[in-house]
Every structure is written in structure tokens, then in C-alpha cells.
């Protein structure tokens, strides 16, 4: 979290932009393809769909460089150093961005059962602690978790219809549902 912090306090600006209007066009072309797949999620989705246009929030968080992809395995550590991986998704944005993005992944791994829930917990208290420790602004938790529906839709549920995992309709309602807990 801490490594994340500093990055968003860098100065370095870039042309891609996260944003709540290419978020919601994100997620509705998403669940297209997740209709296209598994046409009976069609309800779920629509409503699921029209709760996540209707969250807003209002802060004084500033538009911040942004990682893109952050997760565990853009993190190298070589000794007690920290260094990024992957940088050719950085964009500039609202900084739930990337955090939503780390917790989706968690999720992830979850779902494919390389950690468990208890080591996930674990995970995201002390990211969000070091990140806190480290940002000089409070981001509004709604912020968070409303990237976070976005990226288990347009991240996780995607990856399983994109990729034809075996499992696929069951870890894709397992994303929804916590795209549908988490608005």
C-alpha cells in the first residue's frame, strides 16, 4: 500500500484517464459479452447494471498517476526493496482506482483458490493500512468500492468468459455476487 501511495504522489502525467463515464461504458460492454455467454445472467446484470449507474460520491481527492494494473504480481522485491512492473497501463485518476484494482485481483486468486479468504483479509488490511499511512488524502470508501464492482465485472467476470475456464459460469457468478455486495 505504501508503494502504491508513493506512486500516486508522483508528478508524472500520462494521456490515459480513468473515469467514471469509461468505467460505466466498460462495464455495460462487458456484460454484453457476459449476456452473449450466459444469456440467462441477463436480469441479474441489467439490474446489477442500474444500481452501479446510480452511485455517486463527491470528494477532494486529486487526479493522481495511476499504476492501471496493480496487483501482486507487479510488485518485485529484491531484498527489503519494492519495485513496479508493467507500467505501460499507467493512466491518471481517481486513486480508488488502483486500489479497487489490487482487492479485484485478490479476489481473483481467491476464486481460483491460490490464497484463501483468510490470507486475502490479511492481505487487504495491511495494503490499505500502508496505503494510509502513506496518502496525505482520505478516499471516500464508496469511491473504492465502486471501482471495485467495475473491475470484478470488467476484470475477473471477464477473464472467465474471455479465457473458457472449465468452472467458468460458477466463478462468474461468484464475481457478480460480490460485484452486487460490494454497490
Given amino acids: 500500500g505504501n508503494l502504491l501511495a508513493t506512486l500516486h504522489l508522483a508528478k508524472k502525467r500520462v494521456r490515459k484517464r480513468v473515469s467514471i463515464k469509461n468505467e460505466v461504458a466498460e462495464v455495460r ?33 486529486p487526479t493522481v498517476l495511476l499504476h492501471g494494473t496493480f496487483r501482486l504480481n507487479q510488485i518485485f522485491m529484491s531484498g527489503n526493496e519494492l519495485a513496479l512492473l508493467d ?26 483458490e491460490r490464497i484463501r479468504p483468510s490470507l486475502r483479509q490479511n492481505i487487504t488490511r495491511h495494503f490499505l493500512k500502508g496505503y494510509a499511512a502513506k496518502a496525505p488524502w482520505g478516499i471516500p470508501p464508496v469511491a473504492v468500492l465502486w471501482f471495485l464492482s467495475s473491475l470484478l465485472i470488467n476484470k475477473q467476470a471477464g477473464k472467465y468468459v474471455s479465457h473458457f475456464h472449465e468452472d467458468r459460469e460458477e466463478k462468474v457468478n461468484r464475481m457478480i455476487t460480490l460485484a452486487e455486495v460490494t454497490l
Fill in 29 to 61: 460492454e462487458i456484460m454484453g459479452t457476459l449476456v452473449a455467454a450466459l444469456p440467462h445472467l441477463k436480469p441479474r446484470l441489467k439490474a446489477l447494471f442500474e444500481k452501479f449507474k446510480t452511485v455517486r460520491w463527491h470528494d477532494d481527492v
Fill in 87 to 112: 507500467l505501460d497501463s499507467m493512466r491518471v485518476g481517481h486513486p480508488a482506482y488502483d486500489i479497487a484494482n489490487f482487492l479485484s485481483s485478490l479476489y481473483y486468486h481467491e476464486a481460483q
